[in-house]
């Protein structure tokens, strides 16, 4: 892509290692659920790890979707990457699922586009309207949000329910072996990564801070905390969003190159238009 006068030739990720990168992440999340269940972790040093561990799991999953994907493993050994999931909530979206919706978000919010806003033609955006704390109860609860929209579209796939036939009955098991207090606890664990998590990439990212340059504006103290606590892949992916749109092969940490680029060229900013 060209920005002013500079060239730019960045290269998609590769599929195959995202997709090792999310499984074992997802692995050791497990590992920590199974010490907390186990009573080796107290509830908040469960949640700590948990945060740790999960966010960095939610940003390589979206990420993986935007990933070069010639460069891929054995379909059989994917599909043990793609259908991995957190037992607290095994009616989670398969990636062929989300991808294809996620991909519908990128064409409602483009350079240049107003967003339609229609939620079940794009059900990314029921996190981006009716105002904070409508969105904060969709992202809170965005599985079953979504679960109910694909119901009202008769879109279930069948990879959706290959995953809940594997995971419902281990979440049964896991209820049946360290009881309800502990799935709850692993099950409000999830809830507050929702939250937050859909909250600042959706919500916030699409209506309150879609702009370029935002980077340049956030203190230096509060951009070292979300890389400490959330990873570099998530702030890289959370400052440049905006850019991240304009350009969605790009890779999270290539990002601030065209960002950067913009602000030296602003006759060639893409037009980025908000939400609401």
């Not at 186990?38 to 790890?49: A, E, K, T």
């Not at 989300?98 to 990128?106: A, D, L, M, N, W």
């Not at 679960?147 to 959706?160: E, G």
């Not at 290539?254 to 950067?260: C, G, N, P, T, V």
Request: aromatic letters at 14%; a positive charge; hydrophobic letters at 45%.
């Amino acid at each position: 892509m060209k920005i002013g006068d500079e060239e730019f030739n960045i290269p998609a990720e590769s599929k195959r290692a995202l997709d090792v990168e999310v499984t074992l992440m997802t692995a050791m999340t497990y590992v920590v659920i199974f010490a907390y269940a186990l009573d080796y972790l107290s509830w908040p040093v469960f949640y700590l790890l948990f945060h740790l561990l999960y966010m960095r799991f939610f940003m390589g999953a979206h990420d993986r979707m935007h990933t070069d994907q010639l460069r891929r493993w054995p379909r059989a050994i994917e599909l043990m990457a793609e259908h991995f999931a957190v037992v607290a909530v095994p009616w989670a979206e398969p990636i062929d699922s989300i991808r294809k919706k996620h991909f519908t978000h990128h064409l409602e919010h483009m350079p240049g586009k107003v967003p339609g806003g229609d939620m079940l033609k794009d059900p990314h955006s029921i996190y981006e309207s009716g105002g904070f704390w409508r969105s904060l109860f969709y992202c809170t609860f965005f599985e079953e949000a979504q679960l109910v929209i694909d119901i009202r579209n008769r879109n279930i796939t069948t990879s959706r329910w290959i995953r809940l036939a594997i995971y419902l009955p281990l979440l049964v098991l896991f209820v049946l072996s360290f009881g309800w207090e502990k799935y709850l606890g692993v099950v409000l664990a999830v809830r507050l990564m929702s939250a937050i998590a859909w909250l600042s990439f959706s919500w916030f990212s699409h209506t309150q801070t879609y702009r370029f340059g935002l980077d340049k504006k956030i203190p230096g103290f509060v951009k070292i905390l979300l890389r400490m606590t959330n990873g570099k892949r998530v702030s890289d992916g959370f400052f440049r969003h905006t850019s991240h749109h304009a350009w969605p092969q790009v890779p999270p940490d290539k990002l601030f190159l065209l960002d950067e680029a913009v602000m030296r060229y602003p006759d060639s900013m893409p037009e980025m238009i908000r939400s609401s």
